[in-house]
T-cell receptor
Framework: GAGVSQSPSNKVTEKGKDVELRCDPI?????LYWYRQSLGQGLEFLIY????????KSGLPSDRFSAERTGGSVSTLTIQRTQQEDSAVYLC??????????FGPGTRLLVL | GEDVEQSLFLSVREGDSSVINCTYT??????LYWYKQEPGAGLQLLTY?????DMKQDQRLTVLLNKKDKHLSLRIADTQTGDSAIYFC??????????FGKGNQVVVIP
């Protein structure tokens, strides 16, 4: 079946603008994760959704970052007032609870 | 917090075996993973091992787990040029979140 898809694949924005990144998980997977991969920090966990439970936001680096998951499927990660240090690859993964995570191709964000 | 460590770079001749090592900190992790990332691509799950196992073999891949020392290794037999990539080990914790190592770049020399 189809894997995890993410859009856009690349995004260039100006400092101070807001951006929205989208993730379509594997159909039927109830768990969805966002990670960030940057040169200085490696791969970091950002946020986790499981079904209708309150999300685990413990990895979000600042209050400029937020995410939502509508209808238990598609998720949107929003970064407000982007800064240059937000430049990174944002990776989404989905899984069944406590099972192996499958990753999407990522969105490469460049903040100028 | 969780800390996963890997060495950074490995070069290997085509046909030889390559071994990548990793140490982790969370002894309660139920699974440990190896992911592969090719240039410009996302993370591809290579293999994983359940924490109560010592070894897992999957075709050219052998995973060894030493729980006492919190040490994980990945051996790739008969390394091919298509194996050139960055390899990440990861442990799960909390809500099945993954903590990743910094990655190990493997360059296969023809």
């Amino acid at each position: 079946g189809a894997g995890v898809s993410q859009s856009p694949s690349n995004k260039v924005t100006e400092k101070g603008k807001d951006v929205e990144l989208r993730c379509d998980p594997i159909s039927g997977h109830t768990a969805l994760y966002w990670y960030r991969q940057s040169l200085g920090q490696g791969l970091e966990f950002l946020i986790y959704f499981q079904g209708n439970s309150a999300p685990d936001k413990s990895g979000l680096p600042s209050d400029r970052f937020s995410a939502e998951r509508t209808g238990g499927s598609v998720s949107t990660l929003t970064i407000q007032r982007t800064q240059q240090e937000d430049s990174a690859v944002y990776l989404c993964a989905s899984s069944n609870p406590q099972e192996t995570q499958y990753f999407g191709p990522g969105t490469r964000l460049l903040v100028l | 917090g969780e800390d996963v460590e890997q060495s950074l770079f490995l070069s290997v001749r085509e046909g030889d075996s390559s071994v990548i090592n990793c140490t982790y900190t969370d002894s309660s992790s139920t699974y440990l993973y190896w992911y592969k990332q090719e240039p410009g691509a996302g993370l591809q799950l290579l293999t994983y091992i359940f924490s109560n196992m010592d070894m897992k073999q999957d075709q050219r891949l052998t995973v060894l787990l030493n729980k006492k020392d919190k040490h994980l290794s990945l051996r790739i037999a008969d390394t091919q040029t298509g194996d050139s990539a960055i390899y990440f080990c990861a442990e799960n914790y909390g809500n099945n979140r993954l903590a990743f190592g910094k990655g190990n770049q493997v360059v296969v020399i023809p």
